[in-house]
Each structure stands twice: as C-alpha cells, then as structure tokens.
C-alpha cells in the first residue's frame, strides 16, 4: 500500500469509534505501547480488540504452542495451527486486521532475567498469564518502573479485572500473597504454588470477557478517559447469576 495512503486507512479503521473518542484521544492510543503477557484464552482477545481499536505498538509473550484443548477459548487457536508457536500465529493474525500495528514477540516464558527486557517502554503491561509466580514478576517490575499493571484472571463461569499503579497497593498486597516483602527464593515460589490447586475449569466465553475488559482498561490509561477500576477495588463477574458484575473492595 503507497504510504500515502496508509495513515488515510488506519484512520478509516477505527471510523466507528470516533464518535466515542475524540482525535486527540484515538492519536494517545496510536502512540500506546501495550504488552500482553500470554497469548491464549484473555490475551488472545485482549491483543485483538487493541489492535482493532487503533493501539500502535504491541509486545505479546508466550512460550508455548497451540494445542486441541485451547479451541474452546482462545480466538487465536484453530486445527490449521496446532503446534505452531502462540506469538507467531498471533502475530500474523493481528497484522492480518491491522497491518499498521507494531508487533514485538518473545517466544519465552516471563522471568525475573528478561521481564525488564519485555515490559520497558511499555506505557500498560495487561495480565494474560496462567500462574500466580509469573504475575508476581511482571506486577513487581511494573510498580519498580511505575507501569500501570492490568489484571485478570478467570474460574470456570467467574472473571476479575483490576489495575495496580504507583498509588496502589501492590498485587501481593491486595492478595495477601505469603510472597509478599520476600525474594522469589525457591521456598516462597513452594509456598505460592500451594495456593493454585489445580488447574481451573473454564468456558470459552470467560476469558474473552475478561481480555476485553483489560483492552478497554488500556484504553482509559491511554487515553485518560473514564474512571480506571484501580486497586483495590476489583471487577468481579459470574456469569451463572441474574446481575453478574460487581464492583467490590479488597
């Protein structure tokens, strides 16, 4: 496409939108760098609706290959790639819907050596993860480097969203982890992973719920519009009850 006419179609793109976001707020969007860590079931739709939605630059972290049991959940899964390596089929995806997003990939799992490494110039770093250690690294280095960290996670038909900033109280704090003042030494990563059982049930309309409701988190740190759900109050959903969100305290 003749650069010409590449700014002409970016701004097409996102034409619906603009009734709901002014100019100057879909421009802090385009100049947003946002980093999902995990690529399946929430990362997965969340890297997909900032991508939509006009997000400029992203870095998205998986270690892991496609898999039959991940179809239930995450949009970026089919039987055309199974094996292949989550960043890469998520990569190409994406610049299928926006060609003019910037995608940086890590095919690695987050740790305490390369989290600065994938989350620096990052402007929101979204919570896509699947075990509580990882989420301990990247939402310490986010409040070291003073980057808004947007969590989520999910439990067969509940969700949860909520985002820790410099001004809040941190994620081991408002989860009362027994991590929380201490090294990663090997006995407290024992004593974290005694919390997560086993792994949890999940029904493929949970997870994109949730990655959808980080994207629109990134958005209003990007954008600065609307009220952030900030620590410690946290969005929390079932989808089996007749009223099913609710904001509460921690």
């Known amino acids: 496409m003749p650069r010409r006419y590449e700014g002409l179609t970016y701004w097409e793109i996102i034409t619906r939108q ?35 939605m006009g997000v400029g630059s992203l870095s998205i972290v998986d270690k892991d290959t496609f898999s039959i049991s991940n179809i239930n959940r995450q949009l970026m899964s089919n039987f055309h790639n199974i094996g292949k390596p989550k960043v890469t089929v998520t990569q190409e995806r994406i610049w299928k819907i926006n060609p003019f ?35 301990i690294i990247v939402s ?6 003073k980057i808004p960290f947007v969590h989520g996670a999910v ?16 994620y081991e704090e408002v989860f009362k982890l027994p991590s929380k003042g201490l090294r990663l030494t090997d006995e407290v990563k024992e004593k974290v992973q005694r ?15 949730v990655g959808c ?7 209003k740190l990007l954008t600065g519009k609307g009220s952030v759900i900030w620590a410690p109050k946290l969005l929390t959903f079932d989808l089996l009850k007749d009223d099913p969100f609710k904001i509460v305290e921690l």
């Open 18 to 52: 603009m009734g709901f976001l002014k100019k100057n707020e879909q421009l802090k969007l385009n100049k947003g760098r946002v980093a999902v860590i995990g690529c399946g079931g929430i990362g997965g739709a969340a890297i997909e609706m900032l991508a939509r």
């Open 101 to 135: 997003i910037e995608i940086e990939t890590f095919n690695c799992e987050v740790n305490e050596d390369n989290v600065n490494t994938i989350i620096e110039n990052s402007d929101v770093v979204i919570d896509a993860m699947d075990n509580i250690i990882s989420r």
């Open 140 to 145: 310490r280095e986010c409040k070291r480097s």
């Open 155 to 170: 439990h067969a038909s509940m969700g949860q969203v909520t985002v820790f900033g410099d001004g809040t109280p941190s």
């Open 195 to 209: 919390l997560e059982g086993e792994i949890p049930p999940v029904i493929g309309p949970v997870p994109n719920i």
């Open 213 to 219: 409701i980080e994207s629109f988190e990134a958005l």
